[in-house]
T-cell receptor
Framework: DTEVTQTPKHLVMGMTNKKSLKCEQHMGHRAMYWYKQKAKKPPELMFVYSYEKLSINESVPSRFSPECPNSSLLNLHLHALQPEDSALYLC??????????????FGDGTRLSIL | AQKITQTQPGMFVQEKEAVTLDCTYDTSDPSYGLFWYKQPSSGEMIFLIYQGSYDQQNATEGRYSLNFQKARKSANLVISASQLGDSAMYFCAMRPASGGSYIPTFGRGTSLIVHP
């Protein structure tokens, strides 16, 4: 079982809906990441939180709104998404700053479909 | 800037045989780390193995080993005795060593299919 838990595993929503993706980790990691991944492609970084503060936003459209309410939780609020936003959304966590040999730890992802 | 190249979009291997997945990289950082991840169809990215640029020996973790050739800037993953459960996407990633950007750069991935 993964140590990073993402819910829901699958989500289908219309373009006018508002929904949220959730991510939780209890490894004491102080960096948390959101990635978007299309099929057969590498993950693309969206946001990074370090010590609960947004440190990186990779020019993501405002219809995606991240939130880090505490050191264990990371949310991604979704509103007015487009069909091209359909993808696997991966959450990851890691030690901050990471040691040389310390990898990111990923969740199972949320498969999002926009109708 | 860093760049990771995985030239094999798809690979096939017979069960119980060994397979090598290629990864070449380019970086101006003097020290860096290389990571391999496995992604089954379920979606989770699973960390497999790490190689530091100053490590004297090639990394090994169970059936996984790295063929690290620093002069050639390559870090190929070798999977010995392939199993059906090894069928997945495999991503090579690089990150500068401590003090640099902590965001890894991923390659495009290789899809591995293990035949019975």
């Amino acid at each position: 079982d993964t140590e990073v838990t993402q819910t829901p595993k699958h989500l289908v929503m219309g373009m006018t809906n508002k929904k949220s993706l959730k991510c939780e980790q209890h490894m004491g990691h102080r960096a948390m990441y959101w990635y978007k991944q299309k099929a057969k492609k590498p993950p693309e970084l969206m946001f990074v939180y370090s010590y609960e503060k947004l440190s990186i936003n990779e020019s993501v459209p405002s219809r995606f709104s991240p939130e880090c309410p505490n050191s264990s939780l990371l949310n991604l609020h979704l509103h007015a998404l487009q069909p091209e936003d359909s993808a696997l959304y991966l959450c990851a966590s890691g030690i901050f700053p990471p040691g040389d040999n310390q990898p990111q730890h990923f969740g199972d992802g949320t498969r999002l479909s926009i109708l | 800037a860093q760049k990771i190249t995985q030239t094999q979009p798809g690979m096939f291997v017979q069960e119980k045989e060994a397979v090598t997945l290629d990864c070449t990289y380019d970086t101006s950082d003097p020290s860096y780390g290389l990571f391999w991840y496995k992604q089954p169809s379920s979606g989770e990215m699973i960390f497999l193995i790490y190689q530091g640029s100053y490590d004297q020996q090639n990394a090994t973790e169970g059936r996984y080993s790295l063929n690290f050739q620093k002069a050639r800037k390559s870090a190929n993953l070798v999977i010995s005795a392939s199993q059906l459960g090894d069928s997945a996407m495999y991503f090579c990633a690089m990150r500068p060593a401590s003090g640099g950007s902590y965001i890894p750069t991923f390659g495009r991935g290789t899809s591995l299919i293990v035949h019975p």
